[in-house]
Structures are given as C-alpha cells and as structure tokens.
C-alpha cells in the first residue's frame, strides 16, 4: 500500500479520488483549504510552502503519488486566485515534493488539467508564456482586455499552461528518468460544487447548457476518480506526459481532426534537435 498527496480532497474529483483511494488501503494526506490532513491556502506562496513542509512531515520524504485537484472555476473577479491556485498551487507541490516522489522510484502523479484548454477559442498566448515563466502578473495583464469576460481566459491560460508544464517536465532525466509518471487528467463539464457554482448564475447556466457535450451529459466526480485510480495503477506504466481527455466528446466535436497533429516542416529542426539529444537525455538519465 502506498502514501499518496491529495489536493482538492474537501470537495468534487480530489474528494471522489481521496476516498477510493482510502478504500483500497492506501494513506491519504489531504491538502485543501479546509477540512483536510493538511490546511493550507494554495493561493498564496507561504501556504504553498507550508503545504510542502507538512506534506513532507507526514509521508517522512516518500511519496507514492498524488492526485492534484485543488482548483478554482471561471468566476469573474477570481482572475488573481484562479492563476495562483490552478496554476501555482500545482507546479510548486510539484517542485516541492519531486524528491519524496523520485525515491519511491515509481510514483505516478494525475494532475486535473481541463478541457478548456482546446475549447476556449482566443486566449492570449502572452498570458500562458507569462505563467510558463512564472509571471502570474503579467498573464493577468494579458487577459484584462476582456473585461468582464477575463475570468475564462485566466482560466483556460492557467490549464493551457499546467499541461503544458507536466508535458515539458514529464519527459525529463528528473522526472521519467526517476520512475514518475506525471500525467494530466482534462475534464469536461463535471457536477461538483465548481460547476453548480456557476450554474447558479443564470447567465452562466445558459451558456453552459448550450454547450456541446456529445454524450449528452455532465460528467460525475466518481466517474472520473475513477479515471484518476487508474492513471495512478501499474497499468499506466507507459502512460508519461499524456493529456488525457474525459469530457464526453465535446473536445473531438470542436476539433476532431486537430489531433493527432502531423509534424509541420518549420517543426522540423526542433525535431531534429530533440532526436539528437536524446543521447545526451539517456546519459543523464543514468
Ligand atoms: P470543487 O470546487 O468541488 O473542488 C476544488 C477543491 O479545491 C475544493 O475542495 C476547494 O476548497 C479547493 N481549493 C480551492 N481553492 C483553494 C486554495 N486556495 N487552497 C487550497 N485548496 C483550494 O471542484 P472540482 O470540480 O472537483 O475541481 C477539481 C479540479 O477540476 C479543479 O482544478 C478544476 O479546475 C478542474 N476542473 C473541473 C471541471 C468541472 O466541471 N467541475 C472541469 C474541468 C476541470
């Protein structure tokens, strides 16, 4: 049995992930906001530190994995906290706790990404690079332009940019070459109390009921635990540095023939360089 870090764990996927986790025996260390094994405000730098200090302290420097759920919906006037908890709040546990996960020597990491990421038409490439470089600041400058409507653009920029951190990170000497498998879960419409909260503004209920969901529905939270338990198994042994869409087709509908994407010509020496490093990738490895 294993020790595994749950953020999110009061509420919604990390809540449904935390608990079947329990089930099948393993320790669980919740990190929310509330009601959790580990209190800590994910928003602000301090309360991630601490989280990581305390996560740390619990597991004794060894940790099995984790399901990274803590987040915020498109809210409007939420644009500074949704950037820092969804984007932050993930990449500095990851930081964090890398050693606890490489010494276990085959951790797996599910990181809630979202389907906003492909469905969310115009947002700024300027907001995404800022937080790649960890510039929340200036990402949220970058989506102000919007106005009322920057609260899905900070959104989707905060997941656009989360995904692609775990698929940067999830290739390298530090992380594959340590035995973690870092992966990100992209759900669609799923009813949690994020998604009613925004169904309680009457604005938002229509636009999300007009939205395409092919299946015809909203995802559950145990529905997609249940994704989460076996992205976190030996079966997802080969799994590292995937996107994993469970969205109810919404993703294929808007962009069935964006992905797979062939390799267009000017992609060609960034090929060509990452080929030839991979020697170079494999020594480092060791
Ligand atoms: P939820 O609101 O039920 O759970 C989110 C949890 O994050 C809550 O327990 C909350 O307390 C915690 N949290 C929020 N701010 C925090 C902070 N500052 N510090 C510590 N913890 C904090 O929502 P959910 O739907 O289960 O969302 C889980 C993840 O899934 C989020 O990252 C969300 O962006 C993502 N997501 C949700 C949907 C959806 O439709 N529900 C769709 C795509 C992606």
């Known amino acids: ?66 399901v990274l759920a803590a987040g915020l919906g498109p809210i409007a006037g939420r644009d500074k906290m949704i950037a820092e908890v969804n984007y932050f709040g993930v990449t500095d546990l990851l930081i964090g706790l890398r050693q606890a996960f490489a010494r276990s020597g085959r951790a797996k990491i599910v990181v809630v990404a979202s389907n906003s990421t492909t469905v969310t038409p115009l947002v700024p490439r300027r907001a995404v690079r800022a937080l ?32 692609r951190w775990v698929r940067r990170h999830a290739v390298t000497p530090a992380w594959a070459g340590a035995g973690i498998r870092l992966n990100a879960i992209a759900p669609g419409a799923v009813m949690t109390p994020l998604l009613a909260e925004q169904l309680a503004n009457p604005d938002e209920a229509k636009a999300i009921g007009a939205f395409p969901v092919p299946i015809g529905d909203f995802g559950t939270a145990a529905h997609l635990a249940d994704w989460m338990l076996f992205m976190l198994s030996d079966a997802a042994d080969f799994l590292c540095g995937s996107i994993i869409f469970v969205d109810g087709g919404s993703d294929a509908y808007f962009r069935a023939d964006s992905w797979p994407a062939r390799l267009p010509a000017m992609m060609l020496p960034h090929y060509a360089a990452r080929f030839l490093g991979y020697r170079r990738f494999m020594r480092d490895r060791r």
């Open 1 to 66: 049995m294993g020790t595994y870090v749950v953020s999110g764990s009061a509420s919604g996927m990390g809540r449904a992930a935390a608990e079947r986790l329990c089930t099948a025996g393993h320790v669980v260390i919740g990190v929310d906001i509330k009601d959790a094994d580990v209190v800590a405000d994910l928003s602000i730098r301090t309360g991630r530190r601490e989280a990581v200090d305390a996560i740390l302290h619990r597991c004794g420097g060894v940790l099995d994995g984790a």
């Open 132 to 163: 790649l470089t960890g510039d929340g600041e200036r990402a949220l400058r970058a989506v102000r332009v919007f106005g009322k409507r920057s609260a899905p653009m900070i959104y989707a920029a905060s997941k656009i940019a989360l995904s």
